[in-house]
Every structure is written in structure tokens, then in C-alpha cells.
Nanobody
């Protein structure tokens, strides 16, 4: 499956963004989708995921209460809504699709086989 992440940009602290992860090649409905972010010099951080058939979601402590992950089956797209953005949210955000159907999602990169190209989020005044 091919993934295209988009929606990043420059936003002031306290602002919001909605990132999109559009898929082609396979319907995403049954696959877990993970969201990760990468800051230069730091390890890739898993921040959220949604399980296939939307059975469950997960949010890392660093974003809990500020982030909502959702899926639009008709558009074969998964979204990551980020509110109350902070400068430490700056990074490249990636979405990834699980290698298997039907598993509960996690934010372990090894679970995911297909990765989008990333979208840059910069939070700065």
C-alpha cells in the first residue's frame, strides 16, 4: 500500500493542524495505522495509532489530550488532529500501515511495513 502524508506546515504555538494519511493500492479499513514523528538527532517517536476496524486507539503521553486519530473509510484516509501545538511538536510526521490485517495497533515501528514520505510540522512564533 502507498501512503501519502500531508497537512503539515508552520503554525504558532497553541494552534492546530490536521494531518492526513491517504492510501492507494489497498483499502485501509482493516489495517492498523500508526503516526510517528522524527526530530533530527532523536529517535523516531510513535505518538498515536488506530487499529483496524477502529477497534482501538493509542496516544503517547507526550500528546495525550491534544491529539485525535480518526479514519474516513470513504476516502481511505486516516487523520491526526493536533491541537494546542507546542514548539516541541516540531518534526517530520510519518504515517505507516501495518504489515498484517487485524492486529491491534501499537507505536512500535517494527509493526509497520509501509511508510509515507512524511510531512513537516513547525511550531514557532
Amino acid at each position: 500500500v502507498q501512503l501519502q502524508a500531508s497537512g503539515g506546515g508552520l503554525v504558532q504555538p497553541g494552534g492546530s493542524l490536521r494531518l492526513s494519511c491517504a492510501a492507494s493500492g489497498l483499502p485501509l479499513e482493516q489495517y492498523s495505522i500508526g503516526w510517528f514523528r522524527q526530530v533530527p538527532g532523536k529517535k523516531r517517536e510513535g505518538i498515536s495509532c488506530i487499529s483496524g476496524l477502529d477497534i482501538s486507539t493509542y496516544y503517547a503521553d507526550s500528546v495525550k489530550g491534544r491529539v485525535t486519530v480518526s479514519r474516513d473509510k470513504s476516502k481511505n484516509t486516516v487523520y491526526l488532529q493536533i491541537d494546542s501545538l507546542k514548539p516541541e511538536d516540531t518534526g517530520v510526521y510519518y504515517c505507516a500501515a501495518d504489515s498484517l490485517v487485524g492486529r491491534r495497533c501499537s507505536v512500535l515501528p517494527a509493526q509497520y511495513a509501509d511508510w509515507g514520505q512524511g510531512t513537516q510540522v513547525t511550531v514557532s512564533s
